[in-house]
């Protein structure tokens, strides 16, 4: 019966203000999105697609920067320890993510009893996360082939491939759709597990920065 | 014996082929056949009922407006919807615009060119021509302009839709001056079905293939200014209808007056009903639900129950002699046989009957059941050619053409009060367009007139998708094949016995075809 | 040869009492459409003066429904009788010329043998049965399509049938509906240039557009001029989205949007959006060019834009007038809420079972990984 301890060095002030970005950034980009999908509250649609694009750039200047600052920042690559690295070795797999994918998802499942030995984060967290990225960006392009249209940018001809690729701007916004379900899904997840293994010591950390002691100094 | 084939037959909407068998200058059997299979009935399966309207239309380019109304009341049939009162005036305003534009260019740009000859008109005499323009009553128009336009384009030498037409034919009749006067009021006729059309664009966005008539009533709010414009149009489509229109089919009627003795047909006819009163009872229609058996003149009552649509000569393998509510249509060509498959059509009877459908259809219920305009157009119309008192006349190919340009008159008189109601509803205020419904299961028919003929739409909807989808158009009655027990269609029995002067040639049959304006 | 065929038409027209200056006007007026500037106008009447031969055209009917031509019936200026007896000497076309069967099929061979003619198709290319969904004069669809095609100097599309097969090709597409430029391989005809000019039907004023562009621009030998896009579209008619240049525009950025048909807002002239329209994602100039003669178009009149134009537009919009169309057969909002709510339930049940096996409290962790020991490894 242990929690490790929840340092600051876990996630330094800088990663946790990006954090609480690309919540807000997501929040707002799915209502916004909800309203120009099915205009359900009666808001100026260019005052919704106006936020529904700032939060895009926004989005996408904190995940890239988030990458840049993972190269330099160090941070505890271990919770309940004040020992640093370079963050991007956290994203990396480490010699504890070995055989770990399934044995987590079996304890997920209800499989097994114990948890599993894991680096900061587990193989299959690593994932999740990682995925983000891709999925962010290829929110920003089926969003901009749905926009672009219209703008007659000269790098049009980049999304004009994607749009005939998939076989109509009606199937891109489809797409586009259910990539925000796909974002919204993740979130639900990541939200609920974050909570069920250690609701306090976890949120705590990431959103107010507070350090919590882990269990076994605690008693 | 000898073979004449017309293949394409132009002038028509869609694909059409006519083969018919020739003895001593006369027809003695044909066939008719339709070329062209696109399976709207499927693609609709599993679709929005209103998905219907929209797509049902794309039937036929000519009469959409009419495919979109039968999809519409079948969907509303089947879900239990009542349309406001404002909507059945705006649906009759639109429909009754199709049925001039329809047989305006039915008549001088489809059927014309069969009597009228063009090159001919080259030797007119000016000063004649406006001396017989008016004793025929019809109109003017700069008719030395006219002629000078089509001197320069003959002269050119290429005469562009004109090529190889039948020019100098034994059957053509008209002195030069009718000719010309014809070919003038042809050019104007492509402006009237123009101005009719924008009458259809205004309060359906476009025409062909209008947006408005929704499941449920219409899309489309009219105001008063937007009333004014389209009072505007149909006033000049009525008054060229009243002053040129008819007086030209009465100055041609009496050169081909022969035609009144054959292209007969079936002599059952068939008419679904169409421009509903408030009561929306098919029978008060402007132009009545009713048929005629036998030639008989009478008007019995259809029953839709008993339509079957027959496969043995039409290159289907689904079930042959199925009511059109349970209607099956699967694709299945063989080879073109005129003594086994030879049609894309089906062969629909009533009572087992062919039926033929069409103006001439509508004209006879109407004017049997009394209807006074009606009534009076025909019986001065025939007092006119000299055969008052004998309607049976009407049976022909003459009667055909005459009934539908008389139609197109009594059409745009009952537009102008309906427009004239509808600007009283908007007035008051009262006018509602559009019922609501959540309906997602039922079955119904939609029970129509095109401009061509009786017209049905047959939808089965369950959880708010479409299960069964078929439509029996007037040009599955009119061109029928052969049914199981190899009685012809309409169509092919209206060309027994029509004279044919040159069988490389076979005007006359073309004639009796264009005459169904399939 | 282009200028050849240009000269005869300012006679044509002076001789039926269209003076230089109206012409002058009328060029003007289908210049500005195509967003050539009033410059260009007098250029393009010095290149018809003389005279000599009209344009050969050849209008092919597959598996149609008439409606382009009909639409064609209701072109403005020039209206279609200009376009017929003036613009072009259109040899064969069913559904208006003179003559019939054989006459007829014997003025399409004399044009076809000669060449250097337009050809327009209308209608779906008919594959289904072998290509005996569609028979003309004893063959199929598909050979008198080879034949016409392959000796033409450019071909026309026109109207969603014959660009991509239209409605006829929809899901389960029974009768074998393809475009025109589907089979230009299978039938050997992939070196002939194709136009294409999408919805249903065809608006007329583009027909007039690329023919005026024919005849006074020379577009045939040079294509360049029409500046087709990667679906040989006209990039003028078909750039921007019907969205775009709505003049319903302001009201969607208000937020004001017919939520019923035959309300108020209607009335009003809200924004269709709400009802399913498709105006945001269907590239034609409809707002600007209108309907018959301008006198309306679908927005105007109340209906959702139902995408005509667009590509396979009976798969991609229907349902009509619904905001997106179903993912096979399912609405995409009733996707994601049942996947929403799944996960949610998944959660709860998850959370539940974690609590009560008081897991939630914390966990044990194991002391060496699972795999490790059954490897007998990592001691
Ligand atoms: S009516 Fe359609 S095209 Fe016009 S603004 Fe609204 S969504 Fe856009
Ligand atoms: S507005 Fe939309 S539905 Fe209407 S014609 Fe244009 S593309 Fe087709």
């Known amino acids: ?138 929110m920003g392009y089926t969003g901009f082939a749905l926009y672009g249209p219209a703008q007659q940018w000269p790098v049009w001809g980049f999304f004009a491939g994607g749009i005939s690729l998939v076989g109509g701007i009606m199937t891109m916004r489809i797409i586009h759709y259910f990539g925000m379900w796909v974002v919204i899904l993740f979130t639900m997840v990541h939200a609920y597990l974050a909570a069920i293994d250690g609701f306090k010591a976890f949120y705590g950390l990431i959103f107010l920065w507070r350090e919590s002691p882990g269990a076994e100094e605690g008693h | 014996m000898a073979r004449a084939v017309i293949d394409p037959v132009t002038r028509i909407e869609g694909h059409l082929r006519v083969e018919v068998e020739v003895e001593g200058g006369v027809v003695k059997d044909a066939w008719v056949s339709g070329t062209l299979y696109r399976g709207m009935e499927t693609v609709l399966e599993g679709r929005a009922p209103a998905d219907a ?26 879900l239990g919807i009542q349309i406001p009162d404002g909507a059945r005036l705006v649906r009759n305003i639109i429909e009754g615009a199709e049925t001039l534009h329809s047989h305006i260019l039915w008549f001088y740009t489809l059927t014309a060119l069969d009597y009228v000859d063009v090159v001919s008109a080259l030797s007119a005499n000016i000063a004649d021509t406006y001396a017989l323009a008016e004793k025929a009553g019809t109109s003017t128009a700069d008719f030395g302009q006219v002629q000078k336009r089509i ?24 002195p030069a001056e009718l000719n010309l006067i014809a070919v003038a009021h042809y050019l104007e006729a492509l402006e009237m079905q123009a101005e009719a059309a924008q009458i259809i664009a205004l309060m359906g966005g476009k025409f062909p293939h209008f947006m408005t008539s929704l499941p449920g009533g219409t899309a489309w709010m009219p105001t ?90 039409a290159w289907y393998d689904s079930p042959s002699a199925l009511n059109p509510a349970q209607g099956k249509t699967h694709a299945k060509f063989t080879s073109y046989d005129t003594n086994d498959r030879y049609s894309w059509v089906k062969a629909p009877r009533l009572n087992e009957l062919p039926m033929e459908v069409g103006p001439l259809s509508r004209m006879l219920v109407a004017y049997l059941d009394g209807v006074p305009q009606v009534k009076s157009l025909i019986d001065t119309t025939l007092a006119a050619l000299g055969v008052a008192g004998k309607p049976e006349i009407l049976v022909s190919l003459l009667g055909r053409i005459a009934a539908r340009n008389l139609e197109t008159l009594y059409v745009a008189d009952e537009m102008g009060k309906w427009i004239g109601e509808l600007v009283a509803a908007v007035k008051g205020g009262e006018a509602k367009f559009f019922t609501e419904s959540t309906a997602t299961d039922g079955e119904g028919a939609g029970l129509w007139e095109a401009p061509r003929g009786a017209l049905g739409h047959f939808i089965s909807v369950k959880g708010g998708k479409i299960a069964n989808y078929q439509a029996v158009t007037p040009s599955t009655w009119d061109l029928s094949p052969r049914d199981a027990a190899g009685v012809r269609g309409p169509m092919e029995e209206a060309l027994i016995g029509a004279p044919i002067a040159d069988v490389e040639k076979p005007l006359e049959a073309l004639r009796i075809v264009h005459s169904f304006d399939p | 040869m282009a200028q050849e065929m240009r000269e005869g038409i300012y006679d044509l ?104 003619y337009i050809l327009i198709v209308e209608g779906t290319v008919m594959t289904g049965e072998g290509g005996n969904t569609l028979r003309i004069a004893g063959k199929t669809g598909m050979e008198v399509l080879k034949e016409a095609a392959s000796k033409a ?69 040079n294509l360049a001029v029409l500046n087709l896009d990667e679906l040989g579209r006209p990039k003028l008619i078909f750039g921007q989205t019907i969205h775009d240049n709505c003049p319903r525009r302001g009201h969607f950025e208000n937020g004001e949007f017919v939520k019923q048909f035959g309300t108020v807002e209607e009335v009003k002239q809200f924004c269709l959006y709400e009802v399913g329209c498709k105006g945001p994602q269907t590239f034609t100039n409809c707002p600007k060019v209108r309907w018959n003669r301008k006198a309306s178009w679908c927005v105007e009149s109340g209906a959702p834009c139902i995408g005509c134009g667009n590509l396979n537009w009976v798969d991609n919009d229907a349902p009509f007038l619904k905001r997106m169309p179903n993912v096979g057969g399912v609405r995409p909002e009733t996707i994601g809420t049942v996947l929403g709510g799944a996960a949610a339930a998944g959660l709860l049940v998850h959370g539940v079972a974690s609590f009560s096996s008081g897991r939630a409290k914390g966990a044990p962790v194991e002391t060496s990984k699972a795999y490790d020991k059954k490897k007998g490894g990592d001691k």
């Open chain 3, 153 to 221: 100097a450019a071909i026309v599309a026109v109207g969603s049938c014959a660009v991509d097969g239209g409605w006829v090709r929809a899901n389960p597409n029974p009768a074998g509906g393809k475009g025109v430029k589907d089979v230009a391989v299978e039938l050997g005809f992939d070196k002939v240039p194709i136009i294409n000019l999408p919805t249903c039907p065809v608006n007329p004023e583009w027909i007039v557009a690329v023919v005026i562009d024919v005849l006074m621009l020379g577009a045939l030998e």
């Open chain 2, 53 to 78: 309207f929209y797509v049902s239309q794309r039937i036929c380019g000519v009469c959409p407006i009419s495919h979109g109304h039968a999809s519409t009341m079948a969907s509303e049939a089947a």
């Open chain 1, 1 to 138: 019966m242990s929690h490790e301890g929840h340092y600051r060095e876990a996630h330094p002030l800088i990663f946790v203000f990006q954090h609480w970005v690309n919540l807000i950034c997501m929040a707002g980009l799915a209502f916004s999105g909800f309203v120009i999908h099915g205009s359900f509250y009666a808001i100026s649609m260019g005052g919704a697609r106006m936020i529904h694009f700032t939060l895009m750039f926004v989005l996408a200047v904190n995940i890239t920067s988030r990458i840049i600052l993972s190269f330099w920042v160090k941070d505890a690559n271990q919770l309940g320890t004040r020992e640093v690295d370079t963050d991007i070795k956290n994203w990396l797999p480490q010699k504890e993510n070995k055989h770990q994918l399934l044995e987590t998802a079996k304890y997920y499942l209800f499989m097994r009893k114990e948890r599993v030995i894991s680096a900061k984060y587990g193989a299959l967290q690593k994932i999740a996360y990682l995925a983000t990225v891709p999925i962010t960006f290829f």
């Open chain 2, 224 to 313: 008063e200014e937007k009333l004014g414009g389209i009072l505007f149009r149909w006033k000049r489509v009525r008054d060229w209808v009243a002053n040129t229109f008819i007086p030209d089919t009465l100055a041609i009627a009496p050169f081909y007056i022969e035609a009144a003795t054959y292209g007969k047909g079936c002599g059952n006819f068939l008419s679904w009903g169409c421009f509903d009163d408030a009561s929306f009872d098919p029978k008060k229609r402007a132009l009545p639900r009713g048929m005629i058996v036998g030639g008989k003149l009478e008007v019995l009552e259809p029953d839709v129950a008993q339509v079957k649509e027959y496969v043995e000569h």
């Open chain 3, 13 to 116: 027209l002076a001789a039926r009492g269209v003076s230089r200056r109206d012409f002058l006007k009328y060029c003007g007026s289908v210049a500005a459409m195509l967003g050539l500037s009033e410059m260009a106008a007098p250029q393009i009447a010095a290149a018809v003066e003389g005279g000599a031969k009209l344009q050969p055209a050849v209008w092919l009917d597959l598996g149609l429904c008439t409606g382009c031509t009909e639409s064609t019936a209701q072109a403005g200026n020039p209206n279609v009788a200009d376009i017929v007896l003036d613009l072009l000497s259109i040899n064969y076309m069913e559904t208006i010329m003179a003559a019939a069967g054989d006459q007829a099929e014997e003025a399409k061979a004399k044009t076809i043998e000669e060449g250097g």
């Open chain 2, 151 to 174: 001197k320069t384009f003959v002269e050119g030498g290429q005469l562009s839709i004109f090529t190889n037409g039948y020019w100098g034919h034994p059957a053509m009749k008209l």
